[in-house]
C-alpha cells in the first residue's frame, strides 16, 4: 500500500505532465472556395432534413424493434455493458 503523500505526489505529477503535453486547441480554417462547392450547399439544405429523419423516425424505430418480440425477430444481441 502506498503512503498517502506518496500517492499524492504522484497523482500530482501526472497532472502535470498531461497538462504540460497537451497540445493546443486551434479552429478549423474557413476555406471560402470549399464553402462554396455546389455539394456543400445541398449538404446544408439537406442536413437539418436528415436529421429530423433520425430523431421522428430512425431512433424510434430502432427502440421499438430493441424489444422483445421484435428484438429476436431482428437479431438484436443484447448490450452487454
Known sequence: MMHPF?????????AIAAFALAAPAAADHYDPQE?????????????????????????PAYWIGSHEPLATFFGQKPYKS
Do not use: N, S
Open 6 to 14: 506518496t500517492r499524492r505526489t504522484v497523482a500530482l505529477a501526472t
Open 35 to 59: 464553402a462554396g462547392h455546389p455539394a456543400r450547399i445541398v449538404a446544408y439544405a439537406l442536413h437539418p432534413i436528415g436529421v429530423l429523419l433520425d430523431l421522428l423516425i430512425f431512433r
